[in-house]
């Protein structure tokens, strides 16, 4: 997505940016914002700025989650002061494995995986992501995968509730006047 | 409740509860393992040790390449010294369950957890090598 000044972007070109970088910023929010709730474990986040990566998946299309989800990553870090320490790169393993199935799944089934579906599927990928890494860069035993089947009840319930969340602020968006018109468009087709 | 039901795609649906299953199937899994009561240690396929996992103790396993200290302390079983080069001995942390193992290949040492008195591993008539 280059742009130069030579050729104006389109009304949807520009919207879609604009649109892109508050979610972006709403997701850094949210990131930084979890970061300072009390935790039971330090696995256990809500992922609650994964629905903003969700709302760039069903609004727009998997580059914009992509884009979405790794510049939070990196600038949530990057506020927290945890940018290259194994937080970050626990954070980064799980958030790329939790997109990477989420675009996936939204490519294959685009008709039949709603986001509460797509936001379970991230959760998992995130708790597997996670795992995976930390098993093979902190903790080489296999003992900690005695802990993945109640990292992964608690990734479930997160993500029912933000596919709920992002589901319910998608039609929220939908019906806003900045994208009414695309949805006029999209109807005439 | 039923706003959110029908908030959700058969997809979603079918999504959400494979994952369920998953997670507790290996929630089950892992409550089905059963706890050992006997650590059994061999160098060259011969017993040189058996203690009960319940008593704190340390012992020095001589092998070909020295010796191997195994500990038990609070149920598990661990190796803390070994004198072969790689240490995945002690890397493999500790043990209590039954059927686990502890290996020191270089120092030819295996060390077993056995569930103890109630002999299934002793039902053969009889065992020739």
């Known amino acids: 997505m280059t742009s130069s000044v030579a050729d104006p972007p389109t009304l949807p070109q520009a919207r879609r940016k604009v649109f892109l970088a508050l979610f972006t910023a709403l997701a850094i929010a949210l990131h930084t914002f979890e970061f300072l709730l009390p935790s039971p474990t330090p696995w256990f986040r809500l992922g609650m700025a994964n629905i903003l990566t969700l709302v760039a998946l069903f609004l727009f299309d998997g580059r914009a989650a992509w884009t979405l989800a790794l510049t939070r990553i990196g600038v949530g870090s990057l506020v927290l002061g945890q940018l290259l320490s194994p937080g970050f790169f626990l954070s980064l393993a799980g958030g790329v494995t939790a997109t990477a199935l989420m675009t996936l799944f939204h490519r294959l089934f685009p008709r039949r995986l709603g986001p509460i579906g797509i936001s379970t599927l991230g959760a998992f990928g995130h708790a597997l992501g996670q795992m995976t890494l930390a098993w093979w860069l902190l903790v080489r035993h296999p003992g900690i995968w005695n802990l993945f089947p109640y990292l992964l009840l608690a990734a479930l319930l997160t993500g029912v509730l933000n596919g709920l969340a992002a589901d319910l602020l998608l039609g929220m968006l939908r019906r806003h006047r900045a994208f009414a018109e695309e949805r006029a468009g999209a109807e005439l087709n | ?129």
């Not at chain 2, 706890?35 to 012992?59: C, H, I, N």
């Not at chain 2, 020295?66 to 043990?95: D, F, H, W, Y």
């Open chain 2, 1 to 129: 409740m039923k706003q959110f039901w029908a908030r959700m795609l058969p997809g979603d649906r079918v999504v959400v509860l494979s994952l369920l299953l998953v997670a507790v199937g290996l929630i089950l899994l892992q409550l089905g393992r059963a706890p050992g009561r006997t650590v059994v240690a061999e160098v060259d396929g011969k017993v040189v040790f058996t203690a009960p996992l319940a008593s704190d103790r340390q012992v020095s396993l001589p092998g070909p390449l020295g010796t191997t200290e195994l500990q038990i302390a609070q149920g598990q079983a661990r190796i803390i010294a070994s004198p072969c080069p790689n240490k995945v001995c002690i890397r493999m942390g500790a043990v209590s369950d039954r059927g686990e193992l502890l290996a020191c290949v270089p120092n030819r040492l295996l060390v077993r957890i056995e569930g103890g008195d109630d002999h299934e591993e002793s039902s053969y008539d009889l065992l020739s090598r």
